[in-house]
């Protein structure tokens, strides 16, 4: 039997960890898989449970979470509140598209500036080489995997990117060629999508090869983290960027093969949530061959709720389990994650535990199992873990927060959820164009958990006082994210001037650009200085832009608009170098922070022509 446990007291000793030596530390994310998905969080749908055996091994290893929330609805701000420390309402990215930069302090660069191998394996999302806001940037010390998250959609990339910091603190940065995946289609791919290299194997490959390299060094090598972050379940395509039922190899040889006429097009959805439980098999086997198993953390979760995306229907399978909403809600089933933490000989086995936790935690649980003292001052907004891990008493967190622009509540809107011990609310209201009040106790749900885990009984009108306290921590746990119409706080202070750069013929600008490897936007330019930009694909939130260019064609102003309402006023600086053309994007509401970086180079423009819109392989 699982025994329920909010905090006790197991043997664990904080004191006899910091004497040991250090352990290594391995965080496991699968991508768009629901809170239901999960075997011990499962309740089952009229077409049974996902098979998770790996993960219900672990939940008998280790500890599980009840009431563990990723940072966010979607991807991107959930990915940077594990990164960063910093919860949705200070994080800078709140959305899908913008990227880190130079005023984020990862945990990586905390745990390599105290000794430790810092590595990446699999999606960013979150910067490309060289913008600041890449893996290498943020401080891990090697990366192998898929920068893009549009690029991310494609299951089976004809390159993945790669860099490393060298001794001297220099970055070097390549692509490595997948050529079983060039050109990559369903027919090419043949049966089984074998002919072709999925990227879920590809990680696992370069996983154990790491852990390989870990056993020949022997105990003298540094303690590492490995973060290895996969792309399925989320939706995805063979060979681009689109989201249909996500493309894993093998499902002939999944344990639904039998019942595909019954599960239809979902048999892909139940592939991909066993293949990701397979793949954590394979992870956790290198470790014992390795025998890394005693001394690694390991640690399990998803980056946000179910997926409803790609042809995939969340309540197929339950994968909301018995929570409201799904990926992109603010209602506990867009954020609430599986958690399981498995740590031999000092995490008690087949232990369910109550305690709360968010992802914007996991930076000081890192750094508290490693026995660094490195934050300064207020330099995360989480709660360390550890305790609870070590069956040490531990107080219930404050509060856990959560925004989000375009909510599945309200599309057109923007929102805010807070969770006060087993009190849930959740609030919607316009766009804060006009700055604050945006929620209000008009628009304030109120929920109990404690009796009413799926939030259907809203019970604000009968609880003024809590909703009171929960508008006003709402407007005080946040600052300006200056994204989904948020008015600025006022101009930011101006830079030094750039230096002139060379007037750049106007006729230059227009054609096709490159983002992450990838041909996606089109740039026209017309004589009077007016542009039009399409994107292609999923390399920017928006689908068209337009605006101006000055008149010595080294900056391109422009206003652009996408799904959902999004809109998003944006600079670009155009620069010519060696032969290849970049530009350089930032919001205008952050002329500190850029986004996105573009280029063209000059092999391109030959082989593509001018102020042509083609395919995505141009």
């Known amino acids: 039997m699982l025994s329920v446990i909010a905090a006790c007291v197991l043997g664990g000793s904080l004191s006899a960890l910091a004497t040991a030596a250090?352990?290594?530390?391995?965080?496991?994310?699968?991508?768009?898989?629901?809170?239901?998905?999960?075997?011990?969080?499962?309740?089952?749908?009229?077409?049974?449970?996902?098979l998770t055996p790996t993960l219900d091994k672990m939940v008998d290893e280790g500890m599980s979470f009840t009431d563990a929330y990723?940072?966010?609805?979607?991807?991107?701000?959930?990915?940077?509140?594990?990164?960063?420390?910093?919860?949705?309402?200070?994080?800078?990215?709140?959305?899908?598209?913008?990227?880190?930069?130079?005023?984020?302090?990862?945990?990586?660069?905390?745990?390599?500036?105290?000794?430790?191998?810092?590595?990446?394996?699999?999606?960013?999302?979150?910067?490309?080489?060289?913008?600041?806001?890449?893996?290498?940037?943020?401080?891990?010390?090697?990366?192998?995997?898929?920068?893009?998250?549009?690029?991310?959609?494609?299951?089976?990339?004809?390159?993945?990117?790669s860099?490393?910091?060298?001794?001297?603190?220099?970055?070097?940065?390549?692509?490595?060629?997948?050529?079983?995946?060039?050109?990559?289609?369903?027919?090419?791919?043949?049966?089984?999508?074998?002919?072709?290299?999925?990227?879920?194997?590809?990680?696992?490959?370069?996983?154990?090869r790491f852990f390989r390299?870990?056993?020949?060094?022997?105990?003298?090598?540094?303690?590492?983290?490995?973060?290895?972050?996969?792309?399925?379940?989320?939706?995805?395509?063979?060979?681009?960027?689109?989201?249909?039922?996500?493309?894993?190899?093998?499902?002939?040889?999944?344990?639904?093969?039998?019942?595909?006429?019954?599960?239809?097009?979902?048999?892909?959805?139940?592939a991909a949530v066993t293949a990701i439980d397979t793949q954590l098999s394979l992870v956790l086997a290198g470790l014992d061959s390795a025998s890394l198993t005693g001394n690694t953390v390991v640690f399990f979760a998803s980056d946000n709720g179910a997926s409803n995306e790609g042809g995939h229907d969340y309540s197929f399978f339950?994968?909301?389990?018995?929570?409201?909403?799904?990926?992109?809600?603010?209602?506990?089933?867009?954020?609430?994650?599986?958690?399981?933490?498995?740590?031999?000989?000092?995490?008690?086995?087949?232990?369910?535990?109550?305690?709360?936790?968010?992802?914007?935690?996991?930076?000081?649980?890192?750094?508290?199992?490693?026995?660094?003292?490195?934050?300064?001052?207020?330099?995360?907004?989480?709660?360390?873990?550890?305790?609870?891990?070590?069956?040490?008493?531990?107080?219930?967190?404050?509060?856990?927060?959560?925004?989000?622009?375009?909510?599945n509540e309200d599309k057109q809107g923007w929102g805010q959820a807070l969770r006060i011990g087993n009190w849930s609310g959740v609030c919607v209201g316009p766009k804060p164009t006009a700055g604050w009040p945006v929620c209000?106790?008009?628009?304030?749900q109120l929920y109990d958990l404690e009796t009413d885990l799926a939030q259907a009984n809203d019970v604000s009108t009968t609880n003024a006082a809590m909703v009171a306290t929960m508008l006003t921590q709402m407007k005080t746990v946040r600052t300006n994210g200056h994204y989904c119409g948020e008015p600025g706080s006022g101009p930011a202070p101006p830079g030094p001037p750039a230096p002139p750069g060379p007037p750049i013929p106007l006729n230059q600008l227009s054609g096709v650009w490159?983002?992450?490897?990838?041909?996606?936007?089109?740039?026209?330019?017309w004589p009077n200085r007016s542009v039009h930009v399409m994107s292609q694909g999923t390399c920017c939130k928006w689908n068209t832009a337009t605006g101006t260019v000055s008149a010595d064609g080294t900056q391109i102003s422009i206003v652009a608009t996408g799904p959902d309402g999004f809109s998003t006023s944006e600079i670009g600086r155009v620069v010519q170098s060696s032969g290849t053309d970049t530009i350089t994007w930032k919001t205008t509401s952050e002329p500190d922070h850029h986004w996105a970086v573009w280029t063209k180079p000059a092999s391109l423009e030959r082989e593509c022509g001018r102020g042509a819109w083609t395919h995505v392989e141009c």
């Open 22 to 50: 250090p352990p290594n530390i391995l965080f496991f994310l699968a991508d768009d898989m629901g809170y239901g998905d999960a075997g011990y969080l499962s309740v089952g749908s009229v077409h049974g449970k996902l």
């Open 70 to 161: 990723a940072g966010a609805p979607v991807c991107a701000p959930s990915r940077c509140t594990l990164i960063t420390g910093r919860h949705s309402g200070h994080c800078t990215v709140r959305s899908n598209g913008p990227i880190l930069g130079a005023t984020d302090v990862g945990f990586p660069s905390l745990l390599r500036k105290n000794g430790w191998h810092t590595r990446h394996i699999g999606k960013w999302g979150l910067g490309g080489f060289h913008t600041g806001g890449s893996p290498l940037d943020l401080g891990f010390e090697y990366y192998y995997g898929q920068l893009d998250q549009g690029y991310c959609h494609n299951y089976y990339p004809d390159h993945m990117d």
């Open 163 to 208: 860099g490393q910091i060298l001794p001297n603190g220099t970055q070097t940065t390549t692509e490595i060629p997948i050529p079983a995946n060039v050109g990559a289609s369903r027919a090419s791919c043949g049966f089984d999508l074998l002919k072709c290299a999925w990227s879920g194997d590809l990680w696992t490959n370069e996983t154990l």
């Open 213 to 270: 390299e870990q056993a020949a060094a022997g105990p003298s090598s540094p303690p590492w983290m490995l973060y290895l972050s996969y792309t399925a379940p989320h939706a995805g395509d063979i060979g681009s960027d689109g989201e249909g039922q996500p493309p894993v190899p093998r499902i002939s040889t999944s344990p639904y093969e039998s019942r595909a006429a019954e599960l239809g097009k979902e048999i892909g959805y139940a």
């Open 318 to 407: 339950a994968s909301s389990g018995p929570l409201n909403g799904f990926k992109r809600s603010l209602h506990e089933g867009g954020h609430r994650s599986p958690l399981i933490v498995r740590w031999p000989g000092h995490i008690a086995a087949n232990v369910v535990s109550k305690q709360q936790f968010a992802f914007y935690d996991f930076m000081a649980t890192v750094l508290a199992i490693a026995g660094v003292d490195a934050l300064p001052g207020n330099a995360t907004d989480g709660d360390s873990l550890l305790p609870t891990l070590l069956g040490q008493p531990q107080a219930q967190k404050a509060f856990i927060y959560h925004e989000y622009c375009g909510p």
């Open 440 to 444: 209000t106790a008009a628009t304030f």
């Open 514 to 525: 490159l983002q992450g490897g990838k041909a996606k936007i089109s740039i026209s330019v």
